[in-house]
């Protein structure tokens, strides 16, 4: 059920205030800190949306940094992926590299992060199958917290960042 008295946490806040500004309606869920997208079923089965998991990337030399979006229950094929962006070995980014372009620790990783990425670092990917949905979900930047968007809305909260957003198939 959807829980618009939850009082906001200190990292979901500005999440919630670029959204408010942007005109973008939010159904707020609290749940129990869920790490990963494997382990978020029982709190996301009530919650009317595809729900997403979130890849933090980089390239091989460490230059190039890439989030890439998908329904949860997918996998990510990397080799695939970085062949459809044209860079080469792509691996998992350090919590380091997270928190300097996402402002965000592991387990947290979302789109909402982009908040951060003031200089436009991050290059988006958003898996193709998601143009289908009507609603969308990610944590805002805490995973004790689920937020549920329209798809039309978390695109323009995408414009809105300035960042490099591209589809890719998974």
Not at 85 to 96: T, Y
Request: charged share 20%; net charge neutral.
């Amino acid at each position: 059920m959807a829980d618009d008295a939850v009082l906001l946490h200190p990292l979901e806040a500005p999440v919630a205030d670029r959204l408010a500004a942007l005109g973008i309606a939010v159904a707020r869920y609290a749940h129990p800190p869920i790490a990963t997208a494997d382990s978020a079923g029982e709190h996301w089965a009530a919650i009317d949306a595809v729900h997403c998991k979130n890849l933090f990337l980089r390239n091989q030399k460490g230059n190039r940094h890439y989030l890439v979006i998908l329904e949860h229950t997918r996998r990510a094929d990397l080799r695939a992926v970085a062949d459809q962006i044209g860079d080469g070995k792509l691996s998992f980014a350090s919590p380091e590299r997270l928190l300097t372009y996402l402002g965000v620790t592991p387990g947290s990783v979302s789109p909402f992060g982009l908040i951060h990425d003031r200089a436009q670092h991050v290059r988006v990917f958003l898996d193709r199958g998601l143009r289908q949905a009507t609603r969308i979900s990610f944590h805002p930047n805490i995973n004790t917290r689920t937020y549920v968007v329209a798809f039309d809305d978390f695109l323009r909260f995408l414009a809105s960042t300035g960042n490099d957003v591209r589809d890719v198939q998974v």
